[in-house]
């Protein structure tokens, strides 16, 4: 268990609709990022918050969006969802904004129908 | 732009063997980082071993180990004395000081004949 949470574990929608991703750092870390892992393919960085700021974006698409609340937990929201956006999201934490060893949570798997 | 290359997809190694999982990377970054992480079944990813660019001594952990080959942007990881709970995706991963962020391999699945 490496102390960071994610909910919900899995998420059945369809198309053209929204959802919200939630994740909560370990306890202490006020870095979040989240990866996006379509099948068998690699972890796509998305976006980095650092204690509420944005701080780095990779390729996220303009229908994603997310925050870091003040309790440091993130939401990822992903709207006008597409059949390609079914992927395992996950969300990291570190300890600061650094190159310190990433924890991740367990994922929520995305199915879009 | 930085990027990381596993160009085995998958490998198989025979219970208690040692294998040795390929990644290369490109960069013109002097300072930086490079991670192996498992990844079960389960999907939980799971940090295997790190390496600090600046080191050159290469960083072991019980049976896993690299090979940091600086000049050559070379990251390879061994596994000695290989379990069948070894039976993963393995994924090489580059960080550097200046964006956090990783930059990750497409992976190589490694399977463990008993």
Redesign the interface.
Known sequence: D?GVTQTPKHLITATGQRVTLRCSPRSGDL?V?W?QQSL??????LI?YYNGEE??K?NILERFSAQQFPDLHSELNLSSLELGDSA?Y?C?S?VQ???N??F?G??T?LTVL | AQTVTQSQPEMSVQEAETVTLSCTYDTSESDYYLFWYKQPPSRQMILVIRQEAYKQQNATENRFSVNFQKAAKSFSLKISDSQLGDAAMYFCAYSTSGTYKYIFGTGTRLKVLA
Do not use: I, K, M
């Not at chain 1, 068998?40 to 960085?45: C, I, T």
């Open positions: 490496s870095s990022y990866y068998d393919q690699g972890l796509q960085f980095q701080r780095a990779g395992l996950f990291a570190s904004q650094g190159v060893e990433q991740f367990p994922g798997r």
